[in-house]
């Protein structure tokens, strides 16, 4: 079964770090492209960041692009998000998911949840 | 890409059709997903190519367009149906999400 738990979250200061982990199972981590996307509380889903099977390719969505950078360590099927110069707009939920090259996402996990505030 | 819901808000009542819109702008091709949500769940992958049934997705949920017209037709609204819809283009990076349309009980 696959199976994918966030953890890392919790409340950050406006202009702090924060690394999100995603560890994984019931699949070979390796071959899928692995994609975080989050949702703010009573707001859509947003696509946030994606990183190759191998970890040669990164994608980001422009308002995270040089804040956040994405990461996964394929020996211990995590996937990594690591979050700084964090802002009060990035409060949200944030799942890791599993999508066939990054296109669309079969598998999702519950989230983490990252609040920004003073 | 742009990617944009239409109506916001549907309101059917059980037993019901229900034809949710989906626009991007460019065009797309057929790359496009949609997903359900529930309160308090993760999003499931309903259809994917945007038309082909994601694995387990009963019949009454079909998926139909192309380059930048879409559409998500649930032919008879059951109870557990009423969710939040959201396509996904993902014929470009970055990979964008519609705003969703909430399918409410009438």
């Known amino acids: 079964e696959v199976q994918l738990l966030e953890s890392g979250g919790g409340l950050v200061q406006p202009g702090g770090s924060l690394r999100l982990s995603c560890a994984v199972s019931g699949f070979t981590f390796s071959s899928f492209t692995m994609t975080w996307v989050r949702q703010a509380p009573g707001k859509g889903l947003e696509w946030v960041s994606a990183i190759s099977g191998t970890g040669d390719s990164t994608f980001y969505a422009d308002i995270v692009k040089g804040r956040f950078t994405i990461s996964r360590d394929n020996f211990k099927n995590t996937l990594y998000l690591e979050m700084s110069s964090l802002r009060v707009e990035d409060t949200a939920l944030y799942h890791c998911?599993?999508?066939?090259?990054?296109?669309?996402?079969?598998?999702w996990g519950q989230g983490t949840l990252v609040t920004v505030s003073s | 890409i742009e990617v944009t819901q239409s109506p916001a808000t549907l309101s059917v009542s059980p037993g019901e059709r229900a034809t949710l819109s989906c626009r991007a702008s460019?065009?797309?091709?057929?790359?496009l997903a949609w997903y359900q949500q529930k309160p308090g769940q993760a999003p499931r992958l309903l259809i994917y190519?945007?038309?082909t049934r994601a694995t387990g997705i009963p019949a009454r949920f079909s998926g139909s367009g192309s380059g930048t017209e879409f559409t998500l037709t649930i032919s008879s609204l059951q109870s557990e149906d009423f969710a939040v819809y959201y396509c996904q283009q993902y014929n470009i990076w970055p990979r964008t999400f519609g705003p969703g349309t909430k399918v409410e009980i009438k």
């Open positions: 190519g945007a038309s």
């Open positions: 998911a599993r999508g066939v090259g990054g296109t669309y996402f079969e598998s």
């Open positions: 460019p065009s797309i091709s057929t790359s």
